[in-house]
């Protein structure tokens, strides 16, 4: 085994022990500390994904040398890499794009916390997307839920801790449920591996025994992820969270941790019950007419919102409504698109959320669209910004949203049944994205409006302006070359069988 | 040199605002240097091109942007860069009276490569991306004033058209899944073994796909965008909501109709029926909104509502000669209805009269300015001897020639908006010149004709209307064998 | 699925008192109620855990007496599950409880509805 | 070069400069220039007619479709009445016009409606008489809205609306026939080959009922005829009677072209077009009678008379027999003159007296004796006593119809066209009863005798002269035509 091999261990293990140095490092080296962890865990990941791309085989880690059954494993294939590094990224560019909001919104005292929940955060997102431990899953997925509802309420304010209660409640409620779903499914296999319920799995399915409550326990775990992943009749915790919290932590929670339990759900759907038989529960189909439903109704209530931030976050409802459908689809092309879309909505989300945050500084902090008009012109870098990841949102051609709607109208028409349905959803949640981001594009550029705002020129903010550079890049990128990261999505999917 | 034909008005626009002109004159002989230089070499291209497509980037799997030249290209490039040069030296002098100039020439330049972009288009896709592009380069343009009104107005311009974007990309996903290319073959992609029974869900996505790009078309009911932004620079309304923009998406549609989806495939189907029903009523509908609206831009702009629609009629008669139809009424209304909006822009520059109940006696005050605008009125009418003739007669006979009961009732409703037409145009230029017995023209003795710059096109756009008119057969004849895939 | 459940007494309770666990976690407004809630859900998975696990006639897995035998113990792994689980569901109530804590120093007040509504007049 | 468009370009483009020239001129050069130019474009004409080149092909439109012009028999009928009306009402308006504003303009496009006038009686396929048929409009209601009062205003936009719907209607038909025929070139007899019993037929039936009703509208037929009466009081009186006698006329030239040269007179002849074309035909003879009779201002009365008299001309032509078409065409003629010199009669009552209405109008004829005569003369004439040109037409008319094969209208028509010969009585006598016989209570005292200028009583004069003539020698007419509309039918 290639040393590379241990990469995916390293690199949760230095993220989980580096939150506890930083608790006691001053706020600076704290910070230092922070960035270099995750630009760490980007490179190897990097490395990782490359190393699994030349080899084309996935592999799996023992923990600890235990053979399965008996032990804990790590499993890697291109997927988890690729997973792995776009977080980083986004992670990275998010703390960076956030930095100065962050002094001014969160006590001086709680820096530290902060990066130790970054940190905390990061080791559990890599532990979700690597770990091929069900048990283990969930563990992390409750240090998920708690490192997630610190970076809520880091900024102390009433609605950020009414919010992180609520965002708590839910979460457990949803881990409850996927707890409950994991303890039956033990129950019936006898397994905590993955790979090893998966055979039982088939092979209950083979001898017809236990139907039942093996879709009970399935059933279970996909609502408890769907609760906290904020799937849309779950999403009420979901505005106040986003919309309150310091903007790292907004960016950050969109784009990143409900994609960490997405994630986790395909590779239950892949690894634990096998694609074929979750494709022939109803199941799918549930979870296709949420994500029709989520796609309307998450940008209706956008629609309908005064405030630039939560208006941002109504649309990760709609966002996530479309990943959903491309579940319900229920085919591979259906996977992939929504697997794209995982990538374009996080790094599209992420600049929202930062260049959001630039645009309120121009308007005397306010986030009410009244107060935005011509902030545009007062911070350029993030007009331009706000307009790229808007323009992205609706799709159109060059930006990230243009191929993932592609794919999902692509991976539609191979389905039967659900092809018109899917396509006129598509169509009108275009229309329903564009009133309202378009909306905002043309306030912010409205007329000059109120001159007493300040201008912010590049100067003023260059890590900002930088960070949202790269995240148009990143935007673009997807955009424009999106065949090898397609074809890497494949043939991840294809590893995980 | 296709993407340098489309780049550099792109970038001599994004160069306006960088350079450093010392004098207003400058500036204008390097954008009309500039819009000149390209319009030569697409002329020169048009007349030079081969076959071959030209391949720039690949998207994912199969899809790519790629151009190519070919007959509806030609017809669509020679247009647009033959009245490009034109519509910039009248907004030089239009703009001498508005606010930002720099902006406005900005995106104005840059709107010719996208338009261009559009029209060498190689596949559905390359379209489509131009095609969004067009909306996103030509919002600034119409919020340019960036009073409410103008803001109001963009904004609806862009839910309009983003969203009938959207439809348009599902008839874009069809012909990806169930085509054997994307790209634009006279008669059709579509692979009938690969679609099976599934025509009728085919069918609908047509005409999903046809409202989509029929957006950018105004066809009835999304049209209400268009009168909207006529509060944009008359040179926008004129050269981008009479032609560039709103032939865009005639365009499209041609393009969707003819060169994707394949008129083998659709004529006769419902999906013709029901196109050609709400395009026949849009020709009726904007033209008795026209006979009803008093403000002067907004009556044309839904005279170009219902003028659209006639090229569209003759799209949807899917016939060689249907499309030999649309495509001449695309070419001579684009004349015919930039010569009046320019008239009307030359009006409120003057005077700064907006309304038709303001205009009484005018037309001894601008004579050549109403002498013109009442030559495109007639042309519009379709009376004999001018362009506009000359589209109706062929959109007419190819109506006749497809034995279509429907279409024969499309001519009736093509010849009840010339009645229409008629009307409101007429009644503007009977408003100029009898203004009646006891009108007092002591108000009006500052209102005279505007300087060169605006009448050069003014003059140079009635030549064409007459031309066009009185000898159509070499350029109607060259659009027919662009209909027939000669080219 | 009958007369299993009569068989499986014990998982039918775990499932009763998780439904109650999980309605209380829903629909209580009271926080301290809401954490009572959770903590019920979770013992009740817990019961479900410690009862596919035990065998019958045998001891809990701690090696008593030198009897390494598999035969005379139940299945140590659900008992590591109900253990972790324990774990973090103290650690989990614990944040709730620090969390209620702060909303009631603030808003004086234990119930969530309220101090929505007390949000909603702060405005914002 | 092209002799044949002389007579067309030059009135278009000398009446274009006087439009087009920004300064106003003295009244005399105006008249001058004016009054020689209807002269040489009368020339023009009459020598066109004489020694030209029968036809022409100026150029082509689209591919098949040229700007073709083509002499023929009922070419030189309507020019020839044209020439005469034109000139006549012309000189007429140099003394009428004196105080009117912008009389320049009036000249201007009364010259232009002159030459495209011509135009389209030279015209020798259907869109080239389309392409004259609109222009005609188009320079025709200037003159209609002349006086710029808000009521000739819209007078001149319902005459420019209603001639452009019927416009309109028959290019519908053009299309149609463009697709059915190899060429659009007048043919006598027809050049359509379909049978009205094909599917292609019973469509064309359609289309030719549409073409009726829409050349119709310009010959004020039922029921598009309500511009008539709007349109001619409006205008001045010297228009009126441009519009009354020749303009109308085109109405009924395009017909004589669509039916007789284009469609052919077997295709229609016993379909339901023909007898819904009767029926109009009728109504509209008896209707526009009754509404004269009704009517108590002059002019609309004789606008009325106009609607009328027309639709004995459609009715000629409608019953698709030798006779009735002959006498069609003698009446195109008779009533041209003579509605020609009713209106400038009008015009010079108005002028001198400044009244409009016919009970106001007592004694006048010992005011204007001469004109009352000429009033007199040209009335009978219209009401069709012998020997004025009325009779003879009418005569025709009528043994046409009986002869025709229509079925019961063999019965109606005559009865009608005497019934309204009756109401035309009616409405055009009072007026020489009461300018002659003003009644015992008369003032006699207050006469005076106020004849008008001799720019005007010369032009009514001749035009009364002419009309006697017809009916004194119909023959030189008849004999011409003989040949000719048996070619057709």
């Known amino acids: ?497 | ?487 | 699925m009958g007369p299993n459940l009569w068989i499986n007494y014990g998982e039918a309770v775990a499932a009763i008192l998780f439904c109650i666990g999980f309605t209380n976690l829903l629909l209580q407004t009271n926080l301290i109620k809401k954490i009572i809630g959770l903590n019920i859900m979770d013992s009740a998975i817990y019961l479900f855990l410690a009862e596919k696990g035990y065998i019958a006639g045998r001891t809990a897995p701690i090696v008593t007496d030198g009897v390494t035998n598999v035969e005379a113990y139940i299945n140590p792994i659900p008992s590591g599950l109900v253990l972790t689980g324990i774990v973090v569901s103290v650690s989990v109530s614990a944040l709730m409880l620090s969390l209620t804590i702060r909303l009631y120093i603030r808003y004086h007040s234990l119930d969530l509805d309220e101090i929505a509504a007390q949000l909603k007049k702060e405005g914002r | 070069m092209y002799p044949i468009l002389l007579p067309i370009l030059f009135p278009i483009l000398a009446g274009l400069c006087l439009l087009v020239y920004r300064k106003d001129l003295e009244r005399k050069l105006l008249t001058g220039i004016t009054g020689s130019c209807l002269v040489i474009t009368g020339a023009l004409v009459i020598s066109v007619l004489a020694l030209a080149k029968k036809s022409l092909i100026l150029f082509y439109l689209t591919e098949t479709l040229p700007i073709y012009f083509q002499i023929d028999e009922i070419s030189v009928i309507f020019s020839v009445l044209t020439v005469v009306v034109f000139v006549c009402a012309g000189f007429f308006a140099f003394a009428y016009m004196k105080h009117e504003q912008k009389e320049k303009r009036y000249y201007g496009f009364y010259l232009i409606a002159f030459g495209v006038l011509n135009g389209l009686c030279f015209a020798g396929n259907l869109i080239t008489f389309y392409l004259f048929f609109e222009l005609l409009t188009l320079s025709s209601f200037p003159l209609v809205l002349h006086t710029g009062t808000r009521e000739a205003i819209m007078a001149g936009l319902k005459y420019l609306f209603y001639s452009l719907c019927g416009a309109y209607a028959s290019l519908y038909g053009i299309y149609f026939l463009y697709r059915h025929c190899d060429t659009l070139t007048f043919t006598a007899g027809g050049i359509l080959q379909a049978s009205p019993a094909s599917p292609d037929g019973r469509f064309l039936l359609l289309v030719a009922f549409l073409m009726i009703l829409g050349f119709g509208v310009k010959a004020g037929m039922f029921p598009m005829h309500a511009w008539l009466p709007t349109a001619h009081p409006a205008a001045p009186a010297p228009a009126s009677a441009a519009l009354s006698a020749v303009i109308v006329k085109a109405g009924v030239l395009a017909l004589i072209r669509v039916i007789y040269y284009i469609f052919g007179a077997d295709f229609l002849r016993g379909s339901w077009v023909q007898t819904a074309w009767l029926t109009l035909a009728l109504v509209t003879v008896f209707m526009g009678s009754m509404l004269a009779y009704r009517e108590p201002v002059l002019k609309k009365r004789l606008a009325y008379s106009t609607v009328s008299q027309l639709s004995y001309i459609l009715f000629g032509l409608a019953v698709m027999d030798q006779d009735a078409f002959m006498g069609g065409l003698l009446h195109v003629l008779a009533h041209g003159f003579i509605k020609g010199t009713l209106f400038l009669i009008a015009g010079a009552i108005i002028f001198t007296t400044g009244k409009t209405r016919v009970d106001e109008l007592h004694g006048i004829g010992k005011e204007m004796p001469l004109t009352m005569w000429c009033y007199t003369i040209v009335s009978l004439g219209l009401i069709g006593i012998p020997p004025t040109g009325g009779f003879v037409s009418k005569w025709y008319l009528a043994i046409g119809g009986l002869a025709g094969d229509i079925g019961i209208f063999r019965y109606i028509g005559p009865a009608v066209l005497l019934i309204s010969a009756l109401l035309t009585a009616g409405y055009l006598l009072p007026l020489t009863i009461r300018g002659f016989f003003p009644g015992a209570d008369y003032d006699y005292n207050a006469l005076q005798k106020r004849e008008p200028a001799r720019l005007m009583t010369i032009p009514i004069l001749f035009m009364t002269i002419l009309s006697v003539l017809i009916g004194l020698f119909p023959n030189i007419i008849t004999d011409y035509l003989t040949k000719f509309v048996s070619s057709l039918l």
């Open chain 2, 1 to 487: 040199m296709i993407i340098c034909i489309i780049l550099l008005p792109i970038i001599a626009g994004i160069l306006v605002p960088l350079l450093p002109f010392h004098k207003r004159c400058h500036k204008e002989i390097f954008l009309e240097g500039a819009v000149i230089l390209n319009s030569i070499l697409v002329w020169y291209l048009l007349l030079h091109h081969s076959e071959s497509t030209f391949l720039l980037a690949h998207f994912t799997g199969d899809l790519n942007i790629s151009f190519r030249v070919d007959g509806m290209s030609m017809v669509f490039a020679g247009l647009v860069s033959g009245l490009w040069p034109f519509a910039t030296l009248y907004a030089f002098e239009y703009m001498t009276k508005e606010k930002h100039e720099n902006s406005f020439f900005l995106f104005y330049t840059m709107t010719y490569g996208v338009t261009l972009g559009i029209a060498f288009a190689a596949n559905l896709l390359t379209m489509y991306f131009f095609y969004e592009l067009l909306t996103l380069v030509t919002v600034p343009l119409v919020m340019h004033t960036l009073t409410r009104e103008a803001v109001l107005a963009s904004r609806k311009y862009l839910y309009y058209s983003l969203g009938g974007a959207a439809f348009a990309f599902i008839g874009l996903i069809m012909v990806i899944v169930y085509g054997n290319t994307t790209d634009f073959i006279l008669g059709g992609v579509l692979d009938l073994a690969k679609i099976g029974d599934r025509t009728n869900v085919l069918l609908l996505i047509y005409v999903m796909a046809f409202m989509g790009f029929g957006v950018k078309a105004a066809v009835c009911p999304f049209n209400s965008w268009l009168p909207q932004a006529g509060v944009a620079p008359t040179p926008v309304t004129a050269l981008l909501h009479a032609v560039a923009v709103v032939k865009s998406g005639a365009f499209a549609i041609i393009r969707l109709t003819y060169y994707s989806f394949g008129t083998e495939f659709l004529r006769g189907t419902w999906a013709q029926t029901t196109v050609m029903i709400v395009v026949m009523f849009t020709i009726v509908y904007g033209c008795s909104r026209a006979v009803k609206e008093t403000h002067i831009k907004r009556r044309l702009a839904y005279s170009t509502i219902s003028n659209l629609s006639y090229i569209l009629f003759g799209a949807v008669i899917m016939t060689p000669l249907g499309l030999t139809g649309a495509i001449t009424h695309l070419v001579f209304h684009a004349v015919m209805k930039i010569s009046s909006f320019f008239c009307a822009g030359a009006i409120m520059h003057q005077t700064d009269k907006r309304y038709v109940h303001e205009l009484n006696g005018l037309g001894y005050r601008m004579p050549c300015v109403f002498g013109i605008f009442t030559i495109s009125a007639l042309a519009l009418m379709g009376v004999p001897g001018l362009a506009g003739f000359i589209s109706k007669w062929n959109l007419a006979q190819a109506a006749v020639d497809s034995q279509n009961p429907l279409a024969y009732g499309g001519i009736a409703c093509l010849l009840i908006s010339a009645l229409l037409t008629a009307i409101y145009m007429l009644s503007i230029v009977v408003r100029a010149f009898f203004p009646g017995k006891d009108f007092d023209d002591s108000s009006l003795q500052d209102a005279h004709d505007p300087n060169w710059k605006m009448l050069l096109p003014l003059f140079v756009f009635t030549v064409f209307i007459i031309l066009f008119g009185i000898h159509s057969q070499s350029i109607v004849n060259f659009f027919y064998d662009v209909a027939a895939g000669v080219y």
């Open chain 1, 1 to 497: 085994m290639d040393f590379v091999c241990n990469f995916p261990f390293f690199s949760i293990l230095i993220s989980l022990f580096s939150g506890t140095i930083c608790s006691i490092l001053p706020e600076k080296a704290a910070k230092a500390v922070n960035r270099i962890v995750i630009a760490a865990v980007g490179v190897m990941s990097g490395i990782l994904l490359l190393y699994l791309l030349g080899t084309g085989e996935s592999f799996v880690y023992w923990m600890g040398h235990f053979p399965a059954p008996w032990g804990n494993e790590i499993r890697a294939g291109v997927l988890e890499a690729g997973m792995a590094l776009f977080f980083c990224i986004i992670m990275y560019l998010s703390m960076a794009g956030g930095a100065h909001k962050l002094f001014d919104e969160v006590e001086e005292s709680k820096h530290n916390l902060y990066y130790i929940l970054i940190n905390l955060l990061l080791s559990s997102l890599l532990a979700l997307v690597y770990t091929n431990d069900m048990f283990t899953a969930y563990v992390f997925v409750e240090i998920n839920t708690i490192s997630a509802c610190g970076l809520i309420m880091i900024r102390q304010v009433g609605r950020t801790i009414e919010a992180a209660v609520r965002y708590m409640i839910m979460s457990l409620l949803g881990s409850g449920l996927f707890l409950f779903g994991l303890c039956i499914m033990y129950d019936l296999t006898g397994h905590l591996l993955m790979s090893n319920i998966k055979e039982s799995v088939a092979l209950l399915i083979q001898n017809g025994e236990y139907q039942i409550p093996l879709i009970v326990s399935v059933t279970l775990m996909c609502i408890g992820l769907c609760i906290k992943s904020a799937l849309f009749p779950f999403h009420a915790w979901l505005p106040d969270a986003y919309g309150y919290s310091t903007v790292s932590s907004a960016a950050i929670l969109s784009s990143l941790v409900s994609k960490g339990y997405i994630f986790l759900l395909i590779k239950i759907i892949y690894r634990v019950i096998g694609f074929d038989i979750f494709n022939s529960t109803r199941i799918i189909d549930v979870l296709f007419v949420f994500g029709l439903m989520g796609m309307i109704f998450g940008s209706l209530s956008a629609i309908k919102e005064n405030d630039i931030r939560r208006m941002i976050a109504y649309s990760s409802v709609a966002q996530i409504g479309y990943i959903y459908m491309g579940f319900g689809m229920g085919t591979q092309a259906g996977m992939v698109a929504s697997v794209f879309h995982i990538l374009s909505h996080a790094a599209t989300k992420s600049l929202l959320f930062i260049a959001a945050i630039g645009l309120t500084e121009v308007s005397g902090g306010s986030r009410k669209f009244i107060d935005l008009t011509g902030a545009g012109y007062r911070n350029k870098w993030a007009g331009v910004a706000f307009t790229a990841g808007s323009l992205s949102m609706v799709g159109v051609p060059l930006f990230s949203g243009f191929i993932s709607k592609l794919l999902f109208a692509q991976a539609a028409v191979q389905v039967e049944g659900k092809m018109l349905a899917t396509l006129i959803v598509l169509g009108i949640s275009t229309v329903l994205n564009a009133i309202y981001f378009m909306k905002t594009v043309i306030r912010i550029y409205a007329t000059t409006g109120d001159t007493s705002y300040p201008c912010i020129t590049f100067k003023d903010m260059k890590v900002h302006a930088i960070v949202l550079i790269f995240f148009i890049l990143l935007n673009i990128i997807l955009g424009v070359n999106s065949q090898p990261i397609v074809n890497m999505i494949e043939q991840g999917l294809a590893m995980f069988a």
